[in-house]
Nanobody
């Protein structure tokens, strides 16, 4: 089992920054990759950033150059640094952990970017 708790969401003006955190606990050794997903009303949940257990990262085209995913193994935490935020970045952000056999999701944190 893996437990995930997100934090760091909030209201920010366009052009501003936020850093989301995902605290990870449980069977950490089973995790192959961590993702940040975003869900907006009327749209499917989409992956915006991912990091593998080898440190390889990937980003959605819509956030490249603005978002950075990182992890602090000592703190068992994955971060999503979001800069130059746009109103279209508004949504609920979820952390996901992937193992060989399962996926685990956090409860989400809301990000609202005002224009």
């Amino acid at each position: 089992q893996v437990q995930l708790v997100e934090s760091g969401g909030g209201l920010v003006q366009a052009g501003g920054s936020l850093r989301l955190s995902c605290a990870v606990s449980g069977s950490l050794w089973r995790i192959l990759a961590m993702d940040w997903y975003r869900q907006t009303p009327g749209k499917q949940r989409e992956s915006v950033a991912s990091v593998t257990n080898r440190g390889n990262t990937a980003y959605a085209d819509s956030v490249k150059g603005r978002f950075t995913i990182s992890r602090d193994n000592a703190k068992n935490t994955v971060y999503l640094q979001m800069n130059s935020l746009k109103p279209e970045d508004t949504g609920a952000y979820y952390c996901k952990a992937t193992t060989l056999s399962d996926e685990y999701w956090g409860q989400g944190t809301q990000v609202t970017v005002s224009s």
